[in-house]
């Protein structure tokens, strides 16, 4: 969260195991791949709720980061009413003067009047507190972990609230960084009779898609 691809490149100096597919990234960030993903899990939670299409509709984004404030701007084109908020009082000015919108509170604005609430901060922003006191008709965002636990998806459902998760909701830039992804082969494929598959022989990269 809140890292930039110069930064995972130098992760994947120092761990390759587990920060990689970094060539793909180099050719542009995924956070605008991860906002577009969230702003059609907008869409579908709003016609899923009768109300299609974004224009006229007012969403209210928790977080401006990069995904945050992207999503602001995708909104902004498709004709959105903007509520947001941000600890970050810059980015809160910075998304005023680019997308207009209203700022509201610290601590108010899962319970702003809208008809969409986007997490796109910290997890378990759906929680035992926050959960009773939200007025929207749908929740899709980019924070990963959304539900504090369990029993908040089902308090979700019976306030009649549509829950779109967020493991499919945030996953355009999971997608953007996994696609081409390019696989060295150290140990052979087998392909005798019975086990199936394929051999490798010899050094070099064997290319999967």
């Not at 209210?60 to 602001?72: F, N, R």
Request: with cysteine; aromatic share 4%; hydrophobic share 40%.
């Amino acid at each position: 969260m809140a890292t930039t691809a110069l930064q995972r490149k130098r992760s994947s100096n120092a761990n390759h195991a587990h920060v990689r597919n970094l060539p793909l990234e180099e050719t542009g960030d995924g956070a605008l791949c991860t906002a577009w993903g969230v702003l059609h899990g907008i869409r579908a939670g709003l016609e899923h709720r009768g109300m299609p299409g974004v224009a006229g509709r007012t969403v209210a984004v928790e977080g401006l980061g990069k995904v945050g404030m992207a999503l602001c701007g995708l909104l902004h084109q498709a004709g959105a009413n903007l509520l947001y908020y941000d600890i970050d009082a810059g980015k809160v000015a910075q998304a005023r003067q680019a997308y207009g919108g209203v700022a509201v509170p610290a601590g108010t604005i899962h319970k702003a009047e809208a008809d969409g609430y986007s997490p796109c901060a910290l997890g378990a922003t759906l929680n035992p507190a926050t959960v009773p006191e939200i007025r929207a008709r749908i929740v899709a965002g980019a924070a990963n972990n959304q539900l504090s636990d369990a029993a908040q998806d089902r308090i979700l459902w019976e306030r009649d609230i549509t829950y779109c998760p967020d493991y499919v909701v945030n996953a355009g830039g999971v997608i953007l960084n996994s696609n081409g992804f390019n696989s060295t082969i150290s140990t052979n494929l087998t392909a005798r009779a019975g086990d199936g598959g394929l051999r490798k022989r010899g050094a070099g990269t064997l290319f999967l898609s």
